[in-house]
């Protein structure tokens, strides 16, 4: 059975940002690699509560762009403020301490694990208890366990995944192993959710499954979600907000029906002659 | 009011076992549901008290006596409650399949007026919000689960749990209202409207069975009578809601017995489920049990060689005596040994595997069983038997008694039913359990059911010598012979089909002299037979048409007319004269239906020449037939097909010289 969880109760972060304003604003970044430049001087802004797409045609520095706001690159200019706070640096565990979670566009779980045990890991950051506590097993750190795990099952639950539960997870087809990878995003409590591609090589059904999943998240728990994602149909459905990357720089930036009649998205999904 | 209620006790409504249940079985568990990974438990007392809280938010919120209720959803227990709530009111609970298309549910919605729907979660809602305008009469939903859902327009839509705090205010403001509750419970009595239960029905609109409480308790104390169900069973509920033998199975054996049910965590866990609760009482269709040894041995194939001999060694052995033991027959006490021996390294892990250690008695039905998988199961020591039933019958028509079970019977006529064979070899039976009449739809009732209760199932059949049902086919399909006997065509074909030889038989009878029939070889088991005796041949129909080939299949039909028979009703269905078909019967060529069903009508078009010469004595025919080859085009296949005598058996082989020459 599902729990009735109050998106109110869901913002216990006290980052102290009502829903609809700016949650991370990303300002003139840039990003080169030696002599490549794969963003140049782009700004856009997340806000609370959003759905919000980043699209662009291959090689355009969406990926890039997710691995700067969650810290795995540094940028070389410009910054980005996230609740309130600037900063050019950050380690990417810092990052998921702040309560950024991401996906990645090639599934990244721990293949022998089931998928328990790897939505239990993305928990890591609710264990509390030291190796100590742990080693002793009963008393706090049992009932730490006994928490988490609860909040596991309402996870594994909300995806409608009980049927693997106890399954190694390289032995599942890939479109539950993105929905598995999901659960263990959610299972930081995230208040901002980085998406990788989260439909790539899925089916028609599969898709509708994970759009389904997304903006339940999204309305369940309040979550800010920020994805990448190529289907258009999707995209245009489920997205609040689209900001539209090509070549490393910011060409739009809009709700969907504004992007889709920008003369330069067009020009640059169909591309024109020079 | 019921507190010196005996074990024994008969009452007339499922709300007064409730009640009774509440006080004889206070503490033991009534209901389970597997949620976040635990297994939950109601006991009896707690399922009074979430029924009794539901009922009272239901009429809080308008629910009448006599209004009808759609159920939607799978197996969960608030779905389950919520009979017991809609019938404590004294209005009448209508599930319907969860699976069905927004149409069909409409259809059912609108057919049955129902005013309230008690739904599972979103999805449901989201079905019956889109088809609101085509059922005018629709005025409350109620959803068991939340999520999805807060952002709707909850003027008519309401929680389970908020309909359940109703009723609990309802209790708080005045303890009258539980006093009240109980007296619509009395009110209800056996003649009312238990369940409105509609039939897929293949053919046309979904027709409503009316059952009242009678016949649901009646057909339920039978049924646990006749196999000692008592409230120590554990049965998992994870078959359709709208389906008869859930609602029996899961609702109102539960209830008399005071069993209980548990609930899986979904659709896709009641595999695992099952292995955790072992069920002592279960219900599966066939495909069921079919999947459940499929994947057993795919499993076997993945494993070492040791394992691999012994399994192969015991199943041989428990095929050799399972059934025997099982049954109460004398065994030698080597071979007992052995069997226990077996059961302890073979059969008992693999049943701990399926989730049947437990297991006490098992019912197939829904359609035939293989003989083989059915050997496979009661051989490894589980009481599976065969139950022929209908909705129109609360499911019991008959079953097979412990001990007493063949493969090829559906058992002998449940307690309280009686079972006559009409003129035309139609089932008959009449019982406690027999439906009031079909939902506003008069003419469907008088054509079904005659005014003295006698019910037409609609399958042919016969009872046979130590008194067990044989389905033979369905009534429309089966005719007459000249003769007076009946022709049944599928019984005769599957009696051929037997071998593997043959892939295909079409029987032709119905008012004729005499039964022929076509016959179809199976080109690999006829072909692999052909290579290891060095018969050559270029083609399916010179190998058809090969006199050593005409002798086998010839040996084959003789021996099906010795078992024909043997069944003084099927004697004169032996087949007199038969003939290899030239070419094979193929869908292609329309002759077959896309699920492989012989067309018969159109076969009768297209060879009318071909069963003239069964029929006028001739021993040859030459035939052209247009045929379809695989890649689409088309040719003509010629050849002189010839027609051979079968010798007959037992009374009916008198006449058949005559008919014949």
């Known amino acids: 059975m599902n729990r009735h969880v109050d998106p109110r109760e869901a913002l216990s972060d006290g980052d102290g940002i009502a829903m609809g304003e700016v949650l991370l604003d990303v300002r003139n970044v840039s990003l080169r690699f030696g002599g490549v430049k794969a963003i140049s001087d782009i700004s856009f802004d997340i806000r609370k509560g959003e759905i919000r797409a980043i699209i662009g045609p291959n090689g355009a520095g969406k990926t890039s762009m997710l691995n700067v706001i969650n810290g795995f690159y540094t940028p070389q200019e410009g910054s980005i403020v996230f609740r309130g706070k600037e900063r050019q640096k950050i380690a990417p565990y810092e990052a998921a301490a702040s309560g950024i979670a991401r996906t990645f566009q090639n599934v ?53 995944i009980q049927h693997i539960r106890k399954t190694p997870v390289g032995r599942l087809p890939y479109g539950l192993q993105k929905r598995v990878e999901l659960g263990r995003a959610l299972a930081a409590e995230p208040s901002l959710l980085l998406l990788d591609e ?67 998205v067009i020009d640059a999904y169909l591309g024109v002659s020079h | 009011m019921l507190a010196k209620a005996k074990a ?43 029924v009794r809280r539901f009922a009272i938010g239901l009429s809080a919120i308008g629910l009448k006596r006599g209004d009808k209720v759609a159920v939607v959803g799978s197996n969960r227990p608030r779905l389950y409650w919520s009979f017991a709530a809609i019938q404590s009111l004294g209005a009448v609970p209508v599930p319907v399949y969860a699976d069905s298309v927004a149409e069909e549910i409409a259809y059912v919605l609108d057919h049955a007026e129902v005013r309230f729907a008690v739904v599972e979660d979103q999805e449901q809602v989201d079905k019956l919000l889109s088809i609101a305008e085509k059922v005018p009469s629709l005025k409350e939903i109620v959803y068991d689960e939340t999520r999805g859902l807060r952002d709707y327009d909850h003027t008519h839509l309401h929680g389970f749990e908020e309909v359940q705090e109703k009723g609990q205010s ?55 009578a006749f196999d000692k169900l008592g409230p120590d069973e554990d049965i998992i509920a994870y078959l359709p809601l709208a389906w008869v033998g859930d609602h029996v199975f899961s609702y109102t054996q539960s209830y008399t017995a005071g069993f209980c049910v548990s609930c899986p965590e979904s659709p896709e866990t009641v595999t695992e489920d099952r292995r955790e609760i072992a069920p002592t009482y279960f219900f599966a269709p066939p495909r069921v049990f079919e999947g459940l040894l499929t994947a057993l041995m795919v499993r076997m194939e993945d494993a070492g060689r040791l394992k691999k001999r012994m399994f192969d060694h015991y199943l041989a052995h428990a095929r050799k005596v399972g059934e025997k033991i099982l049954n109460g027959e004398s065994v030698g006490l080597l071979d007992r040994f052995r069997y226990l021996l077996g059961e302890i390294l073979v059969y008992g892990p693999l049943k701990n595997r399926m989730g049947m250690t437990r297991l006490r008695v098992a019912y197939t039905a829904g359609e035939a069983i293989g003989p083989e998988l059915f050997r496979f199961y009661r051989s490894i020591g589980l009481n599976l038997k065969q139950l022929y039933g209908q909705t129109e019958a609360c499911v019991y028509i008959t079953a097979q008694p412990d001990g007493n079970i063949r493969a090829d019977t559906v058992g002998i006529p449940s307690p309280g039913v009686e079972i006559r064979i009409a003129e035309n070899g139609e089932v008959l039976y009449r019982s406690d359990g027999t439906f009031v009449g079909y939902y506003k739809n008069e003419e469907a009732t008088r054509a079904t059911k005659s005014p003295d209760g006698w019910v037409h199932t609609g399958d042919a059949g016969f009872i046979d010598g130590e008194g067990h049902l044989k389905i033979i086919d369905r009534a429309k399909d089966v005719g007459k012979l000249q003769t007076g006997g009946l022709f049944a065509p599928k019984y005769v074909e599957n009696m051929l089909k037997f071998f593997p030889d043959i892939k ?38 010179e190998l058809a048409n090969h006199p050593e080939v005409y002798r086998i299949v010839g040996t084959h039909v003789e021996a099906a007319n010795r078992k024909l028979a043997e069944e003084p009703m099927m004697a004169a269905s032996q087949i007199r004269r038969f003939l290899v078909l030239h070419k094979e019967l193929d869908a292609d060529d329309g002759e077959l239906t896309r699920t492989q069903k012989v067309r018969r009508s159109f076969i009768a078009e297209r060879y009318g020449e071909l069963i003239e010469a069964l029929y006028d004595g001739s021993t040859e025919k030459y035939v052209e037939t247009e045929m379809t080859f695989e890649d689409g085009r088309k040719g003509r296949v010629r050849a002189t097909v010839r027609i051979v005598d079968a010798p007959v058996f037992g009374v009916a082989a008198a006449p058949v010289m005559e008919a014949a020459e």
């Not at chain 1, 728990?221 to 689209?242: K, N, P, Q, W």
């Open chain 1, 108 to 160: 990244a779980l721990f293949k022998g694990m089931s998928t328990l045990d790897n939505i239990m890991a993305g928990r890591t950051l609710a264990m509390h208890r030291n190796f100590f506590w742990q080693l002793l097993y009963y008393g706090p750190a049992l009932r730490e366990e006994i928490a988490n795990r609860r909040k596991v099952e309402e996870i594994i639950d909300f995806l409608e």
């Open chain 1, 198 to 264: 989260p439909m790539a090589g899925m089916n028609l059904e599969e898709k509708e499954d994970m759009s389904r999943f997304i903006l339940d998240v999204n309305a369940q728990f309040g979550t800010t979600i920020a994805l990448i994602e190529h289907d258009m149909g999707v995209v245009m459905d489920i997205s609040d907000r689209v900001v539209v990357l090509d070549y490393g720089r910011k060409i739009g930036d809009g709700t969907p029906d504004e992007v889709k009649s920008s003369q330069d």
């Open chain 2, 8 to 50: 024994g006790t008969i009452l007339d409504t499922f709300p007064k076992y409730l009640v009774l249940n509440a006080e004889r079985f206070a503490d033991r568990p009534a209901m389970r549901h597997k949620d976040l990974g635990i297994w939950q438990g109601w006991t009896w007392r707690q399922q009074l008290d979430e």
């Open chain 2, 170 to 224: 309802a209790i708080e403001a005045s303890p009258e209202a539980i006093a009240q509750w109980h007296a619509s419970v009395d009110q209800g009595s056996g003649a009312d409207l238990g369940v409105i239960l509609y039939t897929s029905g293949t053919t046309g609109r979904p027709k409503g069975v009316m059952l009242s409480n009678d016949n649901l308790v009646k057909s339920a104390l039978h049924g646990n």
């Open chain 2, 504 to 541: 295909e038989v079409v029987a032709f009878g119905d008012g004729r002299d005499f039964c022929a029939a076509f016959i179809n070889i199976d080109l690999q088991s006829v072909g692999s037979w052909a290579e290891r005796n060095n018969v050559s041949y270029a083609s399916y129909q």
